[in-house]
């Protein structure tokens, strides 16, 4: 039996998710639909956006904060932030931009969200 | 004197919808007074996600946010001044500013939109005991030093108040590698989100204690080495027997947020007790004519897509003041009742021909199963059931032009809680 809290809406059930039988996830103590959707996702492929902010030179901005384009599978949140600790931009950065290109080999960009113009 | 139709001082969100909308609404002669060396406000430091799903349809960080915004401005060509801090206000509309290049300089205007946002609340405002120690700081300045600058204000981390604020610290101090050791919360609830709790503490094993706080703080060398928290019983006052200490190097207050409202004060704006910001009627204009005030420098918001709403609706109103004066003169004042702890527009005018108004109000306490409605001199209005308010996410009513036209004949509109279970 795993526990979690719902994330749709201020009611944050309490869920209990049954995954004895993977073919037949069973989820109570959800109020909605939506509950039983986060839960099985939550067991079987729980993934997050991570954003963090990596060093740019030649601009007056110090640092640009970045994202992942996509979200990543949860157990690669700190593998993927070790990789964005390595990297650096160099202005002119534009939101969108490609700062890491397949992080940790997940096929998932981290990509600037923020425009940093050159000095 | 240079003189302008609409100046508006702050360059957030708030500002920079405001000003566009009034812009749209054909006042082109703006100009936006902004004390940072850019804009977006305070949206530039909040690099997580989770702003403008409501606007945008998709889930944006804070600095995408702004840009969209601020793309808004330059594609018209709205003036804005960066570097400018704005330090008077007056009834007549004359708006003092400071900036490195042009000194002290002095602006008539027609119309004046304030959009100050807020400010922390700090140590001082919540009395802490113990060591005046360097290692103390409010969450949104840790947040300013780690996602601006680059610099980590510390290794072993508690933070006090689980409000969303609070909660995304936790999370980016894990990032970047200190560990958080508790947040710890003085009520039996957190006014944060799920969704932040979830992501941003259970995500990382980071303890939530309710019903604590930080007793005292002590400090070896000048910082901070541990803090003292304790239990508080039902009246919020701390249990001395339940204290414990844990060891740190670093104290976060994220306690409350508070309006900006020195410039208001100064024109003479009357301002409300219960929100901290102006009393504004529908237009989202203040007690003084010609100044209008909307964002978080007007109540405290928790979504920055109801303050682009807001403050597009305030610019618009705005230009219409400059293009055809003042309209009002009578009001029907709105009230909360039951539970609802404040409601804004705190006026609505009689004379009012408007399509719709937007009523914003935040509840004292969470409430389950309950009916929220709108009663007129003490008819229902307006009724919307929910399953759950709580005090920590505002709620909107809109009301259309037909029950706008029955208020005209009201004297008093008041919006209330029926048939609540408190949680
Ligand atoms: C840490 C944090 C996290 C948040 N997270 C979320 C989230 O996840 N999702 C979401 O939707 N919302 C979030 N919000 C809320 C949202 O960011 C705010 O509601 C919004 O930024 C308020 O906009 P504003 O323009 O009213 O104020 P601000 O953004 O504070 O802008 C006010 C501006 O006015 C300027 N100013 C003030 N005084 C003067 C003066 N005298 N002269 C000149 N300029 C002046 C300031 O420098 C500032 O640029 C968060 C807020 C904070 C603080």
Redesign the pocket.
């Known amino acids: 039996m795993k526990k979690f809290i719902c994330i749709n809406c201020p009611l944050g059930c309490h869920l209990e998710v049954d995954d004895s039988d993977p073919n037949d996830i069973k989820v109570s103590g959800n109020t909605c639909p939506r509950g039983k959707i986060y839960a099985i996702n939550e067991i079987t492929a729980p993934k997050r956006m991570v954003t963090s902010s990596v060093p740019v030179s030649r601009s007056d901005l110090l640092r640009v904060s970045v994202k992942t384009s996509q979200p990543i599978p949860k157990d690669k949140i700190f593998d993927c932030l070790n990789e964005i600790k390595k990297a650096h931009a160099e202005a002119p950065v534009a939101i969108g931009d490609v700062i890491v290109s397949n992080v940790c080999g997940t096929g998932i960009d981290v990509v600037a969200t923020r425009n940093a113009h050159k000095i | 004197m240079r003189k302008c139709d609409i100046v508006v001082?702050?360059?957030?969100?708030?500002?920079?919808a405001a000003a566009v909308s009034a812009f749209e609404a054909g006042t082109k002669d703006i100009v936006i007074?902004?004390?940072?060396e850019r804009?977006?406000?305070?949206?530039n430091?909040?690099i997580?996600?989770?702003?403008?799903l409501h606007t945008f349809k998709e889930e944006l960080t804070?600095p995408e946010?702004a840009d969209r915004f601020e793309q808004l401005v330059y594609q018209r060509g709205i003036e804005y001044k960066l570097g400018?801090?704005?330090?008077n206000v007056t009834a007549d509309k004359t708006v003092t500013?400071v900036s490195e290049q042009e000194g002290l300089q002095k602006i008539s205007a027609k119309a004046i939109i304030l959009?100050?946002?807020?400010r922390?609340r700090p140590r001082g405002g919540i009395n802490i005991a113990g060591a005046r120690a360097a290692g103390i700081f409010s969450?949104?300045t840790a947040?300013k030093l780690v996602n601006i600058d680059g610099l980590m204000p510390g290794k072993e981390v508690v933070i006090l108040g689980s409000g969303?604020?609070g909660l995304?610290?936790a999370r980016r101090m894990t990032f970047e590698g200190a560990k958080v050791k508790a947040v710890v919360e003085l009520m039996p609830y957190s006014s944060g989100l799920n969704r932040n709790i979830v992501q941003c503490l259970n995500d990382f094993d980071i303890p939530l204690m309710f019903s604590h706080t930080v007793v005292d703080i002590k400090a070896t060398n000048g910082r901070v080495s541990s803090v003292v928290i304790a239990q508080v019983d039902d009246k919020l006052q701390p249990i001395m027997s339940t204290a414990q200490e844990i060891a740190c190097d670093t104290l976060l207050l994220s306690v409350g947020?508070l309006p900006?409202n020195e410039?208001a004060g100064y024109a003479g704006v009357e301002l409300s007790p219960v929100t901290n910001g102006a009393v504004v009627d529908d237009q989202m204009m203040t007690s003084v004519e010609g100044i209008f005030e909307?964002?978080?420098?007007l109540h405290?918001?928790?979504?920055?897509?109801y303050?682009s709403e807001e403050?597009s609706h305030a610019g618009k109103c705005a230009a219409n003041y400059v293009q055809n004066g003042m309209s009002a003169t009578q009001y029907v004042p709105t009230c909360g009742t039951n539970g609802v702890r404040y409601v804004v527009p705190q006026k609505i005018r009689k004379d009012a021909n408007v399509e719709k108004i937007s009523l914003r109000m935040r509840v004292a306490n969470a409430f389950k199963n309950v009916e929220l409605a709108v009663l007129l001199d003490g008819e229902k209005i307006f009724s919307r059931k929910r399953p759950i308010v709580t005090p920590g996410e505002m709620e909107t009513v809109v009301l259309g032009s037909e029950l706008v036209a029955r208020i005209k004949q009201g004297s008093k509109l008041e919006v209330t809680l029926l048939k609540g279970e408190e949680k």
């Open positions: 001082v702050g360059g957030g969100p708030a500002g920079l007074l902004e004390r940072e804009l977006g406000g305070i949206l430091q909040c997580h996600n989770g702003f403008g804070g946010y400018s801090t704005v330090i500013y959009t100050c946002g807020c922390e969450a949104g947040q969303d604020i995304i610290m947020l900006e410039l909307c964002g978080n420098v405290v918001h928790d979504l920055v897509d303050v403050s």
